[in-house]
């Protein structure tokens, strides 16, 4: 059983940073892909980024291209997501998803394990 935990959300500024953390535990991400979704009030879930555990590769929402990073960690088995220049928009709880299958997707009912969310808030 693998259990996620995110991390670093809070309340910041339009155009302002945050960096959030997703750590594993109960297995490692090495075979797996971890996505990043968002979801805000009345709004459907969505998808943010995503990463390739074994080689890294990225994929990125085309809105958040440029500003937002997704990294890996092996020695912590964690993933993180840095969200530069943020907009009041992108206010939303934050969570993590990771999946066996090693091919990042945006469906997010293709991923197995959740984390609980972290609240991220953009004010003007």
């Known amino acids: 059983q693998v259990q996620l935990v995110e991390s670093g959300g809070g309340l910041v500024q339009a155009g302002g940073s945050l960096r959030l953390s997703c750590a594993a535990s109960?297995?490692?991400?090495?075979?797996?892909?971890v996505g990043w979704f968002r979801q805000a009030p009345g709004k459907e879930r969505e998808f943010v980024g995503g990463?390739?555990?074994?080689?890294?590769?990225?994929v990125y929402k085309d809105v958040v291209k440029g500003r937002f990073t997704i990294s890996r960690d092996n020695a912590k088995n964690t993933v993180y997501l840095q969200m530069n220049n943020l907009k009041v928009e992108e206010t939303a709880v934050y969570y993590c998803?990771?999946?066996?299958?090693?091919?990042?997707?945006?469906?997010?009912?293709?991923?197995?394990?959740w984390g609980q969310g972290t609240q991220v808030t953009v004010s003007s």
């Open positions: 990463i390739r555990w074994s080689d890294g590769s990225t």
């Open positions: 109960g297995r490692t991400f090495s075979s797996s892909a």
């Open positions: 998803a990771a999946r066996l299958i090693p091919v990042v997707t945006a469906n997010p009912r293709l991923h197995e394990y």
